[in-house]
C-alpha cells in the first residue's frame, strides 16, 4: 500500500478536560462519600469515575498517520481544490474532525469550513476528511490555517498537532477574452502571423513585379507574365512575430474587489487583461515580455515565446501585490522605469493612471519611437466625480468620517488624472480603457499607420 | 453551529437544569445564591464545552447537593439521588462529545449510537452502587473504624492505579 501524499502531521496524545473531569470529580465525590460517610456523594461521583476508568482503559496506544495535503498545486480564478487530511487510525481512536481558518477570496464547501467522521471500532483502513476550497481572486492563496484533531474514547484524550498550514497556492488569473484584428505596429522578428513591412515568404499579396534572378518559379504570376510577355512574380510580405512588453502599474490598487462574477479593482482589470493579452500574443506565435511596476520581488521576464512562457506570466500575475505606498516602492518604480526596450516592441501599459510616473513613462517610450497603448483599467464607476458613499469607502479609510472632504479630493484627482490622460495623448499616447476583445484595435490600426509614416524620435 | 450540536448543548442545559432542580426540591433549605451561579455556568458551559467551566459546574453541583441536601431518608429521596447522578452524567457526556468534534459539522451517527450505548451502560452499572448505597444507608449501620480505613486506603489505591495509567506518553528515546 502506498502512502497517501501530503505533510505527515506531528502530535502526541493528551488527556482533555474532560477526561480530568470524569477522573477528579469522581475521585474527590467517591473519596469524600468514604470519608465523610456520605453514600450520595458516592452515587453522584460512581458514574464519573467509570466515565474515567473506562477512557482510561481503552486509551489510543499509538499514534496515527495523519497526513494533510491540497489537491492541486495551482488554480485558475473560480477553479476549487479540496484540502484533504488522511487519517489512518490506530486503536483506540475513535473520532476525527477538521476545521479550517477563513481565507480572504475563498468559497468553502462545507460552508462552515468543518468535517468529522468517526470510526468503527477495529478500523485500520485510512479515512479522509476533506473541504472544498473554490478560490474567487488571483494571488497566492494560503487554504487554512487548519486544525486536525483526533479523539479516543468518551474523549478522554486527544492527539491535536498545531495549526497546519500548507504552502499557499497560487491562483492564477482567468484572463479576460481578448482578440485583436489588427497586426501588431512593427513585427520584427523571425516566423510569426504579423504582416511587416518588408517583402518575403508571407501570405499578403504586396505587389506584382518583374521576375528577378533568385525567384522561386511557383511565385511566377502566369496571366501578367502572358499579358506583358515578361516573367512576373507575386511578391508578398513577410510574416513576422513581435515583441510585446506588458507593464503593470500595481502602485495603487483602486477599487473593491469580489472576486470571480464581481466588481473589479484597477489592479484585478490591469492583470486579467495583461493575462488575455499575453495569452492572445503567445498563441499567434508573439514574444511577450512583462514587468510589473511597484511590485516587490517580481522579476522583469523577458520577451519569450511559447505555452511553457506563458504559464511563467500567468504564475508570475498571481504573484502581483499591490505596493505599500512607502518610500521605497517609489524608490523600485522608479529603477523599474530604467528598463531596457528593444526597438519595434510594442507597450502594452496596463495602469489606473493615477501614478503619474507611470504615464510620463508612456510619453518617454512614445518619444523614444516605442509603439506604446495604454490601457486604462480605473473601473468605470470610480471615474466619475460623484460616486456614492459606498464607493468613496473603497477610495479612503478616512471616507466614512469625512465623505464631503474624500468626494472632494477625488475630484481633485480625477480632474488632474483627466489632464495628465489628455497630455499623454496630445503626446502620441493612445490610451483607452479595458474593453475585452477589439480593446487594441483601433489604436494599433492607427499606430501602424503612423509607424508607416516618417517622423522625427529622440533616441 | 450544526443542528446536532445544538441539541447536544440543549441536553446539556436540561440536565444541569435537571440537577438544579432536583437539589432544590430535596433541600430543606436550598441556596438561592449557590442556584443562580450554577444557571449562570450552566449557559456558559454550553456555549463552550472545551472550557474548566463544565468541571466548576459539575463540581458545584455536586458541592450544591452535598451542602444542601441531607443524607436521603426515604425511597423517594434515593430515587432522586439516582436520577441526580444519571443527569451528572449525561452533563459530563454531552458536554465531552461536544468538546470532541468540531462545532460546525454535524455529530456523527456512529457517535451518537456509541456515546448514548455506553451512557446506557454506565448509567446502568451505576444502579448497583445506588442499591447498595440505599440499603446501607436504610440499615443505618454506623460501621466500624477499620473498615471505614480499609475503604479509605482502598480509594487511595484506587486513585494511584488511575493516576498511573492516566500519564501521558513519554517519548521513548
Known sequence: ?459 | MSRSQFVLRGILVTASLTLLVLTLAASPHPIIVAAVVLLALTVYAAIEPDSVFVTVLLGGHVLHWLSAVPVPADTAAWVGLLVAAWAGLVLHLTASLAASLPGQVPVPRLSLRRWTRRGALVAAVTVPVWAVAMLSGQEAVKGEVSLTYAAIAAVALLTFSVWLLSREDRPRP
Open chain 1, 1 to 459: 500500500m502506498t502512502a497517501a501524499p501530503g505533510q505527515r502531521l506531528e502530535a502526541r496524545w493528551r488527556v482533555t478536560s474532560a477526561h480530568i473531569r470524569a477522573v477528579l470529580l469522581g475521585l474527590l465525590f467517591v473519596g469524600a462519600g468514604v470519608v465523610l460517610r456520605r453514600p450520595d456523594a458516592l452515587v453522584l461521583g460512581a458514574p464519573l469515575l467509570l466515565v474515567g476508568l473506562w477512557a482510561t482503559a481503552t486509551r489510543p496506544t499509538a499514534s496515527p498517520v495523519v497526513r494533510a495535503a491540497i489537491a492541486h498545486p495551482v488554480l485558475r480564478e473560480g477553479q476549487a481544490t479540496r484540502w484533504v487530511a488522511t487519517i489512518t487510525p490506530g486503536p483506540g481512536v475513535e473520532e476525527a474532525g477538521l476545521v479550517l481558518l477563513p481565507t480572504p477570496y475563498t468559497l468553502f464547501t462545507p460552508g462552515l469550513r468543518a468535517a468529522a467522521t468517526a470510526f468503527a471500532p477495529g478500523a485500520g483502513a485510512p479515512t479522509t476528511l476533506e473541504i472544498i476550497c473554490q478560490s474567487t481572486r488571483w494571488g497566492l492563496r494560503p487554504l487554512g490555517p487548519a486544525t486536525v484533531a483526533v479523539s479516543g474514547a468518551f474523549g478522554g484524550f486527544r492527539w491535536e498537532p498545531q495549526s497546519v498550514s500548507l504552502p499557499a497556492i497560487p491562483t492564477v488569473p482567468l484572463p479576460d477574452t481578448f482578440t485583436a484584428r489588427v497586426p501588431v505596429p512593427r513585427p520584427d522578428g523571425l516566423v510569426g502571423q504579423n504582416r511587416s513591412h518588408h517583402q518575403g515568404s508571407g501570405g499578403e499579396l504586396d505587389q506584382i513585379r518583374p521576375f528577378r534572378f533568385g525567384d522561386r518559379l511557383r511565385r511566377v504570376h502566369w496571366p501578367v507574365s502572358v499579358r506583358t510577355g515578361e516573367l512576373h512574380v507575386t511578391a508578398t510580405h513577410a510574416d513576422q512575430d513581435s515583441e510585446i512588453l506588458l507593464l503593470v502599474d500595481a502602485m495603487n490598487d483602486i477599487g473593491q474587489s469580489e472576486g470571480v462574477g464581481g466588481s473589479t479593482s484597477s489592479l484585478d482589470n490591469a492583470v486579467r487583461a495583461a493575462g488575455a493579452i499575453a495569452e492572445h500574443y503567445l498563441r499567434t506565435g508573439d514574444r511577450v515580455g512583462l514587468l510589473v511596476l511597484g511590485a516587490r520581488d517580481l522579476p522583469h521576464v523577458k520577451a519569450a515565446a511559447g505555452s511553457n512562457h506563458l504559464r511563467r506570466l500567468l504564475d508570475l500575475l498571481a504573484r502581483v501585490r499591490v505596493a505599500d505606498g512607502t518610500v521605497s516602492d517609489e524608490k523600485r518604480l522608479r529603477s523599474q522605469l530604467r528598463h531596457h526596450v528593444s526597438a519595434g516592441t510594442l507597450a502594452v501599459i496596463l495602469t489606473p493612471a493615477i501614478s503619474p510616473e507611470v504615464l510620463a513613462h508612456a510619453v518617454a517610450l512614445s518619444r523614444r519611437g516605442i509603439s506604446v497603448v495604454t490601457v486604462d483599467t480605473l473601473p468605470s464607476d470610480l471615474a466619475t466625480p460623484d460616486i456614492p458613499l459606498a464607493g468613496l469607502a473603497q477610495l479612503s479609510s478616512a471616507a466614512d468620517d469625512h465623505p464631503d472632504e474624500t468626494r472632494l479630493a477625488w475630484r481633485l484627482r480625477l480632474l488632474e488624472r483627466n489632464r495628465e490622460m489628455t497630455r499623454a495623448r496630445q503626446a502620441g499616447v493612445p490610451i483607452v480603457p479595458w474593453a475585452g476583445p477589439g480593446t487594441l484595435d483601433l489604436v494599433l490600426r492607427d499606430l501602424g499607420r503612423r509607424s508607416r509614416a516618417p517622423r522625427v524620435v529622440s533616441r
